[in-house]
């Protein structure tokens, strides 16, 4: 059963930072291109940024580039999202994906609340 578990979210203040976390479990990590997503009330859910296997590839947002970097550990099955200069606008629930091949997860975490607020 392939599990990712999203942890590192929280209230953060306007300017803050945030490293994400995400543990997966039931599959061949570094088979799997890697990706942070988000989706905030009442938009639909979009890339962040995602790693691909063997993380030399990464791509990020333009709302995001600059401001995060995504990064995998193969040996322990995780994939990180270091976030910086966090913007009210960032608030959102984040989540963890898992695919193949490029286009939608095959897999997703349960998410991990973003607050930025002062």
């Known amino acids: 059963q392939v599990q990712l578990v999203e942890s590192g979210g929280g209230l953060v203040q306007p300017g803050g930072s945030l490293r994400l976390s995400c543990a997966a479990s039931g599959l061949t990590f570094n088979n799997y291109i890697m990706s942070w997503n988000r989706q905030a009330p009442g938009k639909e859910r979009e890339l962040v940024a995602s790693i691909s296997r063997g993380g030399d590839i990464t791509n990020y947002a333009s709302s995001m580039k600059g401001r995060s970097t995504i990064s995998r550990d193969d040996a322990k099955n995780s994939v990180y999202l270091q976030m910086n200069s966090l913007k009210p606008e960032d608030t959102a629930v984040y989540y963890c994906?898992?695919?193949?091949?490029?286009?939608?997860?095959?897999?997703w975490g349960q998410g991990t609340q973003v607050t930025v607020s002062s």
């Open positions: 994906g898992a695919s193949l091949w490029n286009g939608v997860p095959d897999y």
